[in-house]
């Protein structure tokens, strides 16, 4: 089926009709007989974070990390990698349960190198605890293989919980909630400006 075929949501985007099971693998039309993967619609990003973090703690992790996408591309620069390693944990959980070993070991990895620009502790997120966290789930997967016993970390949140701002010189959250950016905003600001035509005046 073409790109055009697609069914749209009302925003455009298209429309994941097919149903997923709860590690985001796609199954024939009309399961019904598993747990499926639900689609979430956060209004702000700080809904976004908070759902994000309780499917993580729920080991929905396919489910988390596309709420918590939403968190990522409203990030500020600065905030970017942070916000790419922890979704990476969670992808790395996703391959984890798909039993894809490689995948899994890649993502921690990778998340792990995201947040060593971070400090201990960063926007409410336990920045340590999660490099840690990477650390002995890597060494487990690379001793034991898929046969690991490995307890995936719940969710990395400080006391007082996690917390979105899309200002990086900010020390506290937001008073207004952060509406869900159409496109990451790094996207967008990486960009040329269009200079305005003249009609436009």
């Known amino acids: 089926m073409g790109n055009d075929e697609r069914d749209r949501r009302d925003d455009g985007r298209p429309e994941q009709a097919r149903p997923?099971?709860?590690?985001?693998?796609?199954?024939?039309?009309?399961?019904?007989?598993?747990?499926?993967?639900?689609?979430?619609?956060?209004?702000?990003?700080?809904?976004?974070?908070?759902?994000?973090?309780?499917?993580?703690?729920?080991?929905?992790?396919?489910?988390?990390?596309?709420?918590?996408?939403?968190?990522?591309?409203?990030?500020?620069?600065?905030?970017?990698?942070?916000?790419?390693?922890?979704?990476q944990i969670a992808v790395a959980a996703v391959h984890r349960q798909r039993d894809n070993l490689h995948g899994a070991k890649a993502l921690l990895a990778r998340a792990r190198e995201k947040l060593e620009r971070y400090p201990d502790r960063h926007r409410g997120i336990e920045v340590l605890a999660a490099r840690r966290a990477c650390e002995r789930l890597e060494a487990a997967l690379a001793t034991d293989g898929l046969d690991a016993e490995v307890a995936w970390p719940r969710f990395p949140a400080a006391p007082g919980g996690p917390w979105f701002t899309a200002d990086p010189a900010a020390l506290t959250p937001p008073q207004e909630p952060t509406p869900v950016p159409d496109e990451p905003v790094w996207l967008a600001a990486g960009r040329p400006r269009q200079p305005r035509r003249r009609d436009q005046d």
């Open 20 to 87: 997923r099971d709860r590690a985001g693998r796609p199954l024939p039309y009309g399961t019904d007989d598993v747990p499926l993967a639900v689609e979430h619609e956060p209004a702000t990003v700080e809904e976004a974070l908070e759902l994000g973090a309780s499917l993580w703690d729920e080991e929905r992790f396919f489910e988390a990390h596309e709420c918590l996408e939403d968190v990522w591309h409203a990030a500020p620069e600065d905030d970017r990698d942070l916000w790419q390693g922890v979704i």
